[in-house]
């Protein structure tokens, strides 16, 4: 069964520090991953995508990698602001479709 | 306009009875997406439009749930004889359909349903 698991499932972290959020995928085919952000009350909002052949991919402060041997994705934020507090999603896309398949979401809370 | 745009924003209704949710996609997109969020849960795919072509609406989960997308821009989906497991976030997605980011989705805000 194609699924997506986040990890961990909430997060709490002062202002200015690193975080790091896990997702593992037991999907397949497998065309790209994608990272979402979703302030509450929003939708999500695109933040990377990698394909196969992508190991790390930036946006900012934000840095995505990609172990598609592993089936594993991380999301790693730099020096975290308060904006940073939502949920982040990864969703994986199996190829060949247009129904990308969504983990449950990582909840972080970015405190002063 | 700007982003994609969806209406309601909140919906509260009693069981048993019809609502439909709009969306306006992102002027230009082809493709558009109906999504559900329940609480604690990943995105479920209800259904998606492509251009001219057939829905795929492999995800819709019961006969109760139905879309519609007219003249190729807005999407109206609409739930009849509404249950309280229907609650939920309704979150609809437009993309390019092609190009380079032809399968990036932006979303909207979503519709809350609240069914009573």
């Known amino acids: 069964k194609n699924q997506v698991e986040q990890s961990p499932q909430s997060l709490i972290i002062l202002e200015g520090k690193n975080c790091t959020l896990q997702?593992?995928?037991?999907?397949?085919?497998?065309?790209?991953l994608r990272w979402y952000k979703q302030d509450t009350g929003r939708g999500p909002v695109s933040l990377t995508i990698?394909?196969?052949?992508?190991n790390t991919k930036s946006n900012g402060r934000y840095t995505a990698t990609l172990d598609a041997d592993t089936k594993q994705s991380s999301l790693h934020i730099t020096a975290s602001q308060l904006s940073d507090s939502a949920s982040y999603i990864c969703?994986?896309?199996?190829?060949?479709?247009?129904?990308?398949?969504f983990g449950a979401g990582t909840r972080l809370a970015v405190h002063p | 306009g700007a982003g994609v745009s969806q209406s309601p924003s909140n919906k509260v209704t009693e069981k048993g009875k019809d609502v439909e949710l709009r969306c306006d996609p992102i002027?230009?997109?082809?493709?558009l997406y109906w999504y559900r969020q329940s609480l604690g849960q990943g995105l479920e795919f209800l259904i998606y439009?492509?251009?001219?072509?057939?829905?795929?609406k492999s995800g819709l989960p019961s006969d109760r749930f139905s879309a519609e997308r007219t003249g190729g821009s807005v999407s109206t989906l609409t739930i009849q004889r509404t249950q309280q497991e229907d609650s939920a976030v309704y979150l609809c997605?437009?993309?390019?359909?092609?190009?380079?980011?032809?399968?990036?989705?932006?979303f909207g805000a979503g519709t809350r349903l609240s069914v009573l």
């Open positions: 997605a437009s993309s390019p359909g092609k190009g380079q980011e032809k399968n990036i989705q932006y």
């Open positions: 997702c593992n995928y037991t999907v397949s085919p497998f065309s790209n």
């Open positions: 990698m394909t196969f052949s992508e």
């Open positions: 969703v994986v896309n199996p190829g060949g479709y247009n129904k990308l398949i």
């Open positions: 002027s230009g997109h082809t493709a």
């Open positions: 439009f492509q251009g001219n072509s057939a829905p795929d």
